[in-house]
């Protein structure tokens, strides 16, 4: 791998992003995703999707891997604040829903637009939840879920389950009327 001019391992670029995290107060916990040969499509598709994101470094396999040469092999990005780590490491592993990233969203137009983004070419499921067109898994949820569902009144908040469960993208008048029924 070519960082500047100078060829690193995957070990050395752990180190240098580890000097980087001690430097900026980052978390010491990156998610870390494995790809099959489209990393650079990745990154550039979440980039897109998020505000406040950004790529902060894109590594190229070296010259001499037959075949290979300028591919991209790993990333680093940061979407609204989340930094995130991407390897092409090959066919070996998949994407399963049972790690998914949850986005907090505080307006209906927020979980729309995410919605449309993440499902394009993807698979939309029910509560709330996508795959998107890479594998990974999505859970899109208005701030509105978390505050209706937490009503001490739990027949208003029972309300509010049921109408998300009969959701796929989650919609906060749908809760708001479920939660207001008499």
């Known amino acids: 791998m070519v960082f500047g001019t100078k060829r690193c391992t995957l070990h050395d670029q752990i180190k240098i992003l580890n000097t980087y995290n001690m430097k900026t107060n980052q978390s ?28 902060l470094n894109m ?19 940061e979407l609204d604040g989340q930094k995130f780590m991407l390897l092409d490491g090959g066919p070996q592993f998949k994407f399963s829903p049972a790690v998914s990233f949850f986005v907090n969203c505080t307006t209906q137009k927020e979980v729309d637009d995410l919605w449309e983004k993440l499902s394009e070419s993807g698979k939309p499921n ?26 001490p ?25 479920a939660y207001n029924q008499k």
């Open 126 to 151: 029910r509560c709330g939840w996508i795959d998107d067109k890479f594998g990974v898994t999505w859970q899109i949820v208005p701030k509105a879920l978390g505050e209706l569902m937490g009503d």
């Open 28 to 55: 010491n916990i990156t998610p870390f995703l494995w790809f099959n040969g489209n990393v650079e499509e990745a990154v550039n598709f979440y980039v897109s999707v998020f505000k406040n994101s950004q790529v």
């Open 153 to 177: 009144d739990r027949k208003k908040a029972k309300r509010v389950m049921e109408a998300m469960m009969q959701m796929g993208k989650i919609e906060i008048k749908k809760l708001e009327e």
């Open 59 to 77: 590594n190229q396999l070296p010259g001499d891997v037959p075949g290979h040469k300028g591919k991209v092999f790993t990333a680093t990005i």
